[in-house]
């Protein structure tokens, strides 16, 4: 059977942008969450279209909606998710309603544009296109295709699809899972890049706690909680983790390498390849600062203070001082070794010790597979000169959870941004929008690579 003819691509951008529309109207910023509001909205949209989907409550008004379509069996399941909730906002910054779904100047404004409802729209509107193709007998799908959309992953409560992959596997059981963070263009310069995670980083939260003396602060004292830790952050600022690179930040500064060319070009590729160069400051290889941090972050284990903590009363000298640590592992660390890293570089001549307070490992998933290099296709056919590159994600997703399933995972939600724009400088950000015209580019790339890697040829 030959591919299914495509469908008409100006009524699927409009299904995106009023799907994401009506989803910003819910405001299910998280905390609390209350995504019931959008399960039930997509479970009337999906009804709607002849497709009855599940609901399911995995806590308190926290929402999650999953609908299949019956492939043939011959291949296993592709899996599209993304999250409901949002992050919550600062009204009075906003210049437009957070929560309005409003247009302006072909940009649709609000909480969620980008991270990620408007993701969530575009994987419904390529599972109900493929729906009807399959009704009117244009396409046949080997594989089942599952469309997922859950609760909690901004807070991470653990609330949401990780319940669901503990107690509803077999909803979710996927050989394949496209979600967030990957597909879209990032241009430097010239040239432009679309950077697929298919990796990404642990997270491991920890306490830094100093020991010292109490006593009354009227008599000084060497032996002081909060003077040991100021020290211990003074060096932490100046720590530099072995670097390591992994097979996924090894293809991306190839790639990136390899496509920006001249004396950047060769500078990446000398840092990557020379041992010698590893200890050279990435900023005084790559003239672009924002690249130079991203290429570190995913070369090195990070460690960054968030918080402090310490005394009680003025002229009480306390017995102990804390600073909270945002640590970001590569795969293969753990928390273990990372912390012995921490102790050899900060020293031993401070009473500091390190709490962790919870911890997910990192992920990374082979990129020379069938759909990874159907992805690299349809993004070349749409842009041909365009970049496909293999990421690894400093943060984390929900990828966390589909993986205990034993599916290979990708951020792939593919949106082709105008010169000037940045993904990551609009998400989670006042006013945070996205182009009609991007999405109306992603949906219609997503439609294709679903379609192709789903179909019974």
Known sequence: MSIAPPPNWQSLAD???????????????????NEMLAAEYLARVLRAAGVEPIVIETAPKRGNVIARLKGDGSAAPLLLYSHTDVVPVERERWTMDPFGGEVKDGFVYGRG???????????????????????????????????????????????????????????LQAEYALSEFGGYSLRLGSHCFYPIQTAEKGNVWMRMVARGRPGHASIPQADNAVAHLARALERLARMRLPTRITATSRAFIAGLAEGVGGAQGIALRAWLDMDALREVPLHRLVGDPSLAAELYAITH?????????????????????????????????????LIEALRQSLGSDLPIEF??????????????????????????????????????????????????LGAICYGFSPMQFAPGESFFEMVHGHDERVAISALAWGVRVLYEVVRDFCAAL
């Open 15 to 33: 299904d995106v942008v009023r799907y994401l529309r009506d989803l910003i109207r819910l405001d299910t910023s998280n905390p609390p969450g």
């Open 355 to 404: 709490q962790v307070d919870s911890s997910g490992d990192a992920l990374e998933f082979p990129f020379d597979t069938p759909l990874f290099k159907l992805i690299e296709r349809a993004l070349k056919q749409h842009d041909p000169q365009g970049i496909p590159l293999p990421y690894m994600m400093t943060g984390a997703t929900d990828a966390k959870h589909v993986a205990k």
């Open 113 to 171: 544009a980008l991270d990620m409802k408007g993701i969530t729209a575009m994987q419904l509107a390529v599972f109900l296109a493929a729906a009807q193709a399959c009704r009117q007998g244009e396409l046949v799908l080997r594989r089942d295709l599952i469309l997922a959309a859950t609760a909690d992953e901004e807070a991470d409560t653990n609330q949401g699809i990780g319940v669901l992959v503990e107690k509803h596997p077999d909803l």
């Open 301 to 337: 284990d990070t460690v960054v203070p968030t918080g402090l903590r310490a005394g009680y009363k003025t002229n009480v000298v306390p017995s102990s001082a804390e600073a909270t640590l945002d640590c970001r592992t590569l795969p293969g660390s753990t928390p273990d070794a």
